[in-house]
């Protein structure tokens, strides 16, 4: 066995400094990476965050007018803190690539579906 392995999976440690505290099943920006919360994080505290690539969460904030399909990679909007659609132009701070559409998206789903897929992914 490798002796320089760290660790099996992408949970990591992250020390909230958004200004806000971040809910369990939150979504999390750290540099061009997504991850999900898996507790509560209270800003200035430090909590679980899942970066494993091809984890899959459902349930995060979609814009509702935007229409994906399965694979599609989805920008997230930081100023709507919602993922979008490939056809909208990302804004300064946005993350295009850190999750592909595991389900496809409606123009009425106020929530998508979502795998992560880190290190695939580039900041505006």
């Known amino acids: 066995m490798a002796t320089n392995k760290v660790q099996d999976n992408g949970v990591k440690e992250w020390t909230n400094a958004t200004g806000s505290a971040v809910s369990s099943g939150g979504v999390v920006v750290a540099g061009n990476m997504i991850g999900i919360a898996l507790v509560d ?3 200035g505290a430090s909590g679980s965050v899942d970066f494993t690539p091809g984890r899959v969460f459902s ?3 979609k ?3 935007a229409v994906f399909t399965v694979g599609e990679k989805l ?3 930081t100023s709507a803190g919602k993922f979008d659609d490939s056809a909208a132009t990302p804004a300064t701070g946005d993350v295009t690539g850190a999750v592909v559409a ?6 009425s ?4 579906t979502v795998m992560l897929t880190p290190g695939n992914s580039t900041v505006t």
């Open 109 to 112: 789903d106020t929530t998508c």
């Open 102 to 107: 595991w389900v496809a998206g409606t123009s």
């Open 59 to 61: 349930g995060i904030p």
């Open 41 to 43: 994080i209270a800003n």
């Open 63 to 65: 814009v509702t007018a």
């Open 75 to 77: 920008i997230w909007d």
